[in-house]
């Protein structure tokens, strides 16, 4: 009963450089969220998505790029690290409905030097 | 737009004693609150909800919480605190009628410190 999994748990970029953060989840869930979280300030929204070809923007989208071709998976692309991007990264997905509770990945730490 | 306060970066308490942790809301409709626990290295995890219906909620490891639609509050309650509750504590507030009804807006947190 795995969940959401998000890959890696770690990873250390230099500023410039670009990666994907990997996120999957085995519920069949069609809603999927990417939050970061910094110290003392909760979670912030980046991206969501309702569905397979379907994403929008959140609270925080700017230096991120997502895609969603599949139920399963919601990559999160960051392009051109920056230091302000240094931080943790949740996964969540959701059953239809606002009253649905989210399902967490453990995140994922990055940090950018 | 909404939000969420937590006025309380930490709250110590007795192991026995019992526990509240605050939470005040601002939504321009009928709001979905949560709450959720965090323990160390891991993603957060659903405690319990309130959509619609009775002010107190019931939800896992016998937490409860209260809704208060005059004062805007869900504070989040245990009758007895554990150690193992020692964690961090997040509230969020949805509302269903706003223009970003699918985001959850999360509060910033409040560490609890259970003390044996």
């Known amino acids: 009963n795995a969940g959401v999994t998000q890959t890696p748990k770690f990873r250390i970029l230099k500023i410039g450089q670009s990666m994907t953060l990997q996120c999957t989840q085995d519920?069949?869930?069609?809603?999927m969220y990417w939050y970061r979280q910094d110290p003392g300030m909760g979670l912030k929204l980046i991206y969501y998505?309702?569905?397979?070809?379907?994403?929008d923007k959140g609270e925080v989208p700017n230096g991120y790029n997502v895609s969603r071709s599949t139920t399963e998976d919601f990559p999160l692309r960051l392009e051109l690290a920056a230091p302000s991007q240094t931080s943790v990264y949740f996964c969540?997905?959701?059953?239809?409905?606002?009253?649905?509770?989210?399902?967490f990945g453990n995140g994922t730490r990055l940090t950018v030097t | 737009a909404q939000s969420v306060a937590q006025p309380e970066d930490q709250v110590n308490v007795a192991e026995g004693n019992p526990l509240t942790v605050k939470c005040t809301y601002s939504v321009s409709g009928n709001p979905y609150l949560f709450w959720y626990v965090q323990y160390p290295n891991r993603g957060l995890q659903f405690l319990l909800k309130y959509i619609t219906g009775d002010n107190l909620v019931k939800g896992s490891y016998g937490f409860e919480a209260e809704f208060n639609k005059s004062q805007t509050s869900f504070h989040l309650k245990k009758p007895s605190a554990l150690v193992s509750d020692s964690a961090l504590y997040f509230c969020a507030v949805r509302d269903p009628s706003g223009a970003g009804s699918y985001q959850l807006t999360f509060g910033k947190g409040t560490k609890l410190s259970v003390i044996p």
């Open positions: 969540a997905s959701s059953e239809p409905g606002q009253g649905s509770p989210l399902h």
């Open positions: 998505s309702v569905g397979a070809g379907i994403t």
């Open positions: 519920m069949n869930h069609n809603y």
